[in-house]
């Protein structure tokens, strides 16, 4: 039983180029989150998807970060025109509701790396 | 004032000793409660979670849940070296909702 899988691992881009970070949920998830860590800091909440919605993305940067969550195939994390205050490690999230409770597991994250 | 807060550690424990790990959280309204427990360079792996007030175990571990004090805390008996990591303590406002998570507690278990 494959856990949540992030794709890929490591990425690096120079400064003014897209980043693109897949992630694919546990078999029967059907919730994706994505947060960020930066170096020497907790993890920050980006954004919440459902299959084809968003539902939360009080956490996402206005300009240069966008999500999708597709009918088929994986969650995208799109960062256009990276700076290097981009660089920090990705991770994705997945889960499901089961008698109104929801627990999330991670995936090994991308740690991106703008020089 | 931070709305999850953790003491940043590090937490120095002797092997088979007990480590307990605080966390506070600033919303009243948070109903979910989860440990996770980071190792360096790694993903944030699920240690327990906890819904209600009260204590809930799990082999070694045990989390405490005080909603009137807005306090959570995770028990690790008989420590092992190899529960050295960051502990990361996460808080959820719905049953399906963003986690916010504390900065996390480095513990470290000597010899």
């Known amino acids: 039983n494959a856990g949540v899988m992030q794709n890929p691992r490591h990425l690096v881009r120079r400064r003014g180029q897209e980043a693109r970070l897949r992630c694919s949920p546990m078999k029967g998830h059907s919730h994706v989150y994505w947060y960020r860590q930066l170096p020497e800091e907790g993890l920050k909440f980006m954004v919440y998807?459902?299959?084809?919605?968003?539902?939360?993305e009080s956490g996402m940067p206005k300009e240069r970060f966008s999500a999708e969550f597709p009918k088929e195939g994986p969650s995208i994390l799109r960062i256009q025109q990276v700076v290097r205050g981009d660089s920090a490690a990705y991770f994705c999230a997945s889960s499901f509701l089961a008698g109104g409770q929801e627990t999330q597991y991670f995936g090994p994250g991308t740690r991106l790396l703008v020089l | 004032q931070k709305e999850v807060e953790q003491n940043s550690g590090p937490l120095s424990v002797p092997e088979g000793a007990i480590a307990s790990l605080n966390c506070t959280y600033s919303?009243?309204?948070?109903?979910?409660f989860f440990w996770y427990r980071q190792y360096s360079g790694k993903s944030p792996e699920l240690i327990m979670f906890?819904?209600?007030?009260g204590d809930k175990e799990d082999g070694r571990f045990t989390a405490q849940l005080n909603k009137a004090s807005q306090y959570v805390s995770l028990l690790i008996r008989d420590s092992q070296p190899s529960d050295s990591a960051t502990y990361l303590c996460?808080?959820?406002?719905?049953?399906?909702?963003?986690?916010?998570f504390g900065t996390g507690t480095r513990l470290q278990v000597t010899l």
């Open positions: 919303d009243r309204g948070s109903q979910s």
């Open positions: 906890i819904y209600s007030n």
């Open positions: 998807l459902q299959k084809e919605n968003i539902i939360d």
């Open positions: 996460a808080v959820g406002t719905g049953t399906a909702s963003k986690l916010t």
